[in-house]
Nanobody
Framework: QVQLVESGGGLVQAGGSLRLTCLAS????????MGWYRQAPGKQRELVAS???????IYANDVKGRFTISRDSAKNSVYLQMNSLKPEDTAVYYC?????????WGQGTQVTVSS
């Protein structure tokens, strides 16, 4: 079993920055990927960014150039640095980790960007 704990969400003004952290614990043998998804009210959950075990990254088009995903394999952690935040980035952000191709989810952390 894998447990994920997110932190770093909060309220920020447009143009500001936040850094999300996800700490994974449990049976972490053979992590395939780590990433962040978000879900705004009334919308489907969507991929924000992911990073593979080899370090390859994928970003949603509307966060490219503003968000940066990184990981610390030694700490089983994944981070999301969010800069130039916009009101449309407001959502609950979820950490996702695939271990042996089984997905695990965190409880979510609220990010609210005021205009």
């Amino acid at each position: 079993q894998v447990q994920l704990v997110e932190s770093g969400g909060g309220l920020v003004q447009a143009g500001g920055s936040l850094r999300l952290t996800c700490l994974a614990s449990g049976n972490m043998f053979r992590i395939n990927s780590m990433g962040w998804y978000r879900q705004a009210p009334g919308k489907q959950r969507e991929l924000v960014a992911s990073i593979s075990s080899g370090g390859g990254t994928i970003y949603a088009n509307d966060v490219k150039g503003r968000f940066t995903i990184s990981r610390d394999s030694a700490k089983n952690s994944v981070y999301l640095q969010m800069n130039s935040l916009k009101p449309e980035d407001t959502a609950v952000y979820y950490c996702n980790v695939a271990v042996r191709y089984i997905p695990y989810w965190g409880q979510g952390t609220q990010v609210t960007v005021s205009s």
